[in-house]
T-cell receptor
Framework: AQKITQTQPGMFVQEKEAVTLDCTYDTSDPSYGLFWYKQPSSGEMIFLIYQGSYDQQNATEGRYSLNFQKARKSANLVISASQLGDSAMYFCAMRETGANSKLTFGKGITLSVRP | EPEVTQTPSHQVTQMGQEVILRCVPISNHLYFYWYRQILGQKVEFLVSFYNNEISEKSEIFDDQFSVERPDGSNFTLKIRSTKLEDSAMYFC?????????????FGDGTRLSIL
């Protein structure tokens, strides 16, 4: 079974509007972390935001926030006030127990911001 | 802000040749990783490295792959006899010790093209 599922096809959003990128995950580990990375067309991987499984509050980082619903095993990324530079591929990833354990990535979602 | 650096940015190699991809992790990080991303696909874990030894490796990381930390700063991935299917973007990442909520910081990647 897939551990990280990102099923949305390419997403489009109007500049200055908010957009939600979906991510569901599957784990039996009670301790895990969820990460979102942005990959622009130039190819680099940019860390955006982190949510821990025991965190009581949803993570926020500037225009990025994470809608974490633990019972539903979802960790959706919300981007507010979209900018043209937000056009990129967005990957959700999970790390299970162990400080050095690997990241498991979803297949990514392409976001295009329209002017 | 400190960053992970990877060289070269693009490597073109004949099938069957050996290739070494180089990475300089962030200086106070102790955990190191290699991932690969075949064009248009998701990011896949290859190997993690801590305390001068491999912590975990994936099924992809077979006998033709090896990693090394030859000095205090570099972290290398060697592919002994390259195949066409090794063509991909290879990412090096590093993270701080102790806490699993620390993100893995990625380099900009090396695009490997096997002819």
């Amino acid at each position: 079974a897939q551990k990280i599922t990102q099923t949305q096809p390419g997403m489009f959003v109007q500049e200055k509007e908010a957009v939600t990128l979906d991510c569901t995950y599957d784990t039996s580990d009670p301790s895990y972390g969820l990460f979102w990375y942005k990959q622009p067309s130039s190819g680099e991987m940019i860390f955006l935001i982190y949510q821990g499984s025991y965190d009581q509050q949803n993570a926020t980082e500037g225009r990025y926030s994470l809608n974490f619903q633990k019972a539903r095993k979802s960790a959706n990324l919300v981007i507010s006030a979209s900018q043209l530079g937000d056009s990129a591929m967005y990957f959700c990833a999970m790390r299970e127990t162990g400080a050095n354990s690997k990241l498991t990535f979803g297949k990514g979602i392409t976001l295009s911001v329209r002017p | 802000e400190p960053e992970v650096t990877q060289t070269p940015s693009h490597q073109v190699t004949q099938m069957g040749q050996e290739v070494i991809l180089r990475c300089v992790p962030i200086s106070n990080h102790l955990y190191f990783y290699w991932y690969r991303q075949i064009l248009g696909q998701k990011v896949e874990f290859l190997v993690s490295f801590y305390n001068n030894e491999i912590s975990e490796k994936s099924e992809i990381f077979d006998d033709q792959f090896s990693v090394e930390r030859p000095d205090g700063s570099n972290f290398t991935l060697k592919i002994r006899s390259t195949k066409l299917e090794d063509s991909a973007m290879y990412f090096c990442a590093s993270s701080e010790p102790l806490y699993s909520n620390q993100p893995q910081h990625f380099g900009d990647g090396t695009r490997l093209s096997i002819l």
